[in-house]
């Protein structure tokens, strides 16, 4: 949610946040600005520079290209925004300046009408309808020729969520930061330092970073960074490593990075699995993660949102399945507003592939507060969930940049699978060697996700058929419905079509009376036990004429008649199938939005990192 980033070193300032924040757009596409230092004229003095636009970082690079001229600069900040207070305009983009105080903001200040009223008392009226402003504002009206102890003032009276890159028009080329909630990352390199809200923005410069701690106050200079912690002392912060280059940020030659990531998952699989796989049974110990954590536990509470929610829901499906322990999945923004039932033998798993996701985050707070272990499946390295939890399993699916998560969805889903995995064996419940046999195919669902990308031909001239339905119906069982919910989501959020996914069974508790003729139906049906039912509720939908699509795995023999297009999966164990119909499902989302000329990797309204709730 936003982008934000923040440069000093010896290049140009200018060109090192355009490229930035074309880095970071996905966080955000509402409007774009930068600030930087610079001289004018005959003046030797540095002064704050703004430039900013409604639209894409495209239409800042435009302006700035008009705007600039020939200013030299080697300082400032940038941002791309995701619209929370405040329409979009260019008076709401930021940057915001407030006096001595210049600022970029992802997160939302929850108080800020109080503040505003506070500083209108005091003669001092905001130009913006933005919470953003208002911080601006307050950090300024603080300000008494020390921006630490300002920032610190100014933090203690706002409430919410922040990270903001400062700067000061007294303190040339330097900037400042700071965060509570939303994220920070920071390098010092040899072209200068640099800080922003996601390492993709880092990752041209350094693969080694730190991640500013909350309370945290970073002064960055072209020679260093230094830290203070919440007590003005001087701090270390503990430097990370990523594992994935520039070029895995990039999208090699796709169109979309969504292509790009739907082809990335057998090698996304194979990194999350095989390190978690020793001596062909589930493992672990090189996570840190130990037995004791499943000891005891009596429930289990899967939070998330959104698609990795939508993980949760399968893992739900195979822990229950295997480990016989009662697990509930509940939507992360609703979690903690139902004052849930935790203990010390409730084990929490939240799963992120940001790590940012306000709601998440809460979720996970509230359970420690209330003595619930916590156990994290995310994607980003050093993010605040993997840090907040007791534990935390890294699924290795590199960077997710497009908006529509698929590359995550497979892995969070595998991993949920290898949970399930060990806890059932170190239960009992499954021999070693069902757990090995379950290894083993889990393994090579990666090879037969590359068997189905090969499927790309088909579904997009199915895809192609769809594009002028204004509804479409998902129909799953078991498994195949916590996928169908999935599908849904992913064909809704870039296609702008809406869909809704059904359990099968449900359909005719009055979802049925939509389906009229050519209501296009996207029936899943990979799991034999229920496969029987699935085919009834496909003859219901088609008698009343739905157009049908029908995923199926080999073995299922299916009337021609049933449905206007039959795919027909690998062969595979049925637990494992719903992996490739993922694939197949990422395709038609992605062939649909393709075919009506849509932005698929930045969808209208939506943020890749959700981190304000
Ligand atoms: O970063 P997270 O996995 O916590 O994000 C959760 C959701 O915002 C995310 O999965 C969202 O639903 C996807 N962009 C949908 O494709």
């Not at 929850?110 to 505003?116: D, G, T």
């Not at 905001?126 to 307050?138: L, Y």
């Not at 999208?251 to 990194?271: H, S, T, V």
């Not at 070693?432 to 669902?445: G, I």
Request: hydrophobic residues 40%.
């Amino acid at each position: 949610m936003c982008g934000i980033i923040g440069y000093v070193g010896i290049t140009d300032a200018k060109k090192a946040l355009i490229k930035g924040l074309q880095t970071l757009e996905y966080r955000g596409y509402d409007s774009a600005g930068i600030s930087y230092f610079t001289r004018e004229g005959e003046d030797t003095s540095d002064k704050i520079k703004t430039i900013k636009t409604v639209g894409k970082v495209s239409c800042l690079k435009d302006k700035v290209n008009q705007a600039a001229g020939e200013d030299i600069t080697t300082c400032g900040i940038g941002h791309t925004r995701w619209a929370t207070h405040g329409g979009v305009s260019d008076t709401n983009s930021h940057p915001h300046t407030a006096g001595k105080v210049t600022l970029i903001h992802n997160g939302i200040i929850e108080n800020y009408k109080q503040l505003q009223e506070e500083l209108e008392e005091k003669g001092l009226t905001p130009v913006s309808q933005t919470d953003s402003e208002i911080a601006a504002m307050v950090i300024n009206d603080c300000y008494t020729g020390d921006p630490e102890s300002a920032i610190r003032r100014a933090i203690a009276k706002l409430d919410g969520a922040y990270g903001f890159c400062i700067l000061f028009s007294d303190f040339p080329d330097t900037i400042y930061a700071v965060r509570n909630g939303s994220p920070l990352v920071a390098a010092h390199t040899d072209k200068g330092s640099i800080i922003a809200s996601d390492m993709v923005a880092l990752v041209s410069y350094t693969k080694h970073y730190f991640v500013l701690k909350e309370g945290h106050i970073a002064r960055l200079t072209k020679d260093e960074i230094l830290v203070q912690d919440e007590n003005g002392e001087l701090y270390g912060p503990t430097i990370h490593h990523i594992s994935w280059d520039v070029a895995a940020a990039k999208k090699g030659g796709y169109d979309y990075f969504m292509m790009k990531e739907i082809r990335e998952q057998p090698e996304a699989l194979r990194n999350t699995i095989k390190p978690r796989m020793v001596n062909g049974l589930p493992d672990f110990s090189e996570d840190g993660v130990s037995d004791t954590l499943f000891q005891d536990v009596n429930r289990i509470i899967i939070t998330a949102c959104g698609t990795a929610m939508h993980a949760g829901l399968m893992g739900k499906n195979m822990i229950e399945r295997l480990c016989r322990v009662p697990v509930t999945v509940e939507i992360a923004s609703e979690f903690r507003y139902q004052n849930p039932i935790m203990d010390e033998k409730t084990l929490l798993i939240t799963i992120s592939q940001s790590g940012e996701t306000a709601d998440t985050l809460a979720a996970l707070r509230l359970a420690k507060e209330r003595g619930a272990k916590t156990l994290s499946v995310v994607n980003v390295k050093g993010s605040s969930i993997a840090r907040e939890s007791d534990f935390v399993l890294y699924t290795h699916a590199g960077p997710e940049i497009a908006v529509a998560s698929t590359k995550a969805y497979t892995v969070q889903v595998s991993v949920m699978y290898l949970i399930a995995f060990r806890f059932a064996l170190i239960q009992g419940k499954i021999s070693e060697k069902e757990a090995s046999e379950y290894m083993t195919e889990l393994m090579n669902t990666a090879s037969r996700i590359s068997e189905v990308l090969d499927y790309d031909n088909q579904i997009e001239s199915i895809g192609k058929r769809l594009t002028k339905a204004s509804d479409i119906f998902f129909l799953g069982r078991g498994l195949d419905y916590a996928l169908s919910c999935e599908g849904s989501l992913k064909l809704k959020e870039i296609s702008y079509i809406h869909s809704e996914a059904y359990a099968a069974g449900e359909l005719k508790h009055g979802t049925i009376s939509l389906i009229t003729d050519n209501v296009p139906v996207i029936a899943v049906a990979t799991q034999p036990d229920v496969f029987a039912k699935m085919i009834s509720n496909v003859q219901e939908v088609r008698s009343r004429g739905a157009k049908v699509i029908l995923i199926t795995g080999q073995d299922s023999s299916v009337d021609a008649a049933l449905c206007d297009h039959h795919v027909v999966l690998p062969e595979t164990d049925p637990l494992f199938a719903p992996f490739l119909a993922a694939v197949v499902l990422q395709y038609l989302a992605y062939y649909v939005a393709v075919e009506k000329g849509l932005n698929v990797d930045q969808p209208r309204n939506l943020a890749k990192s959700v981190t304000v709730e």
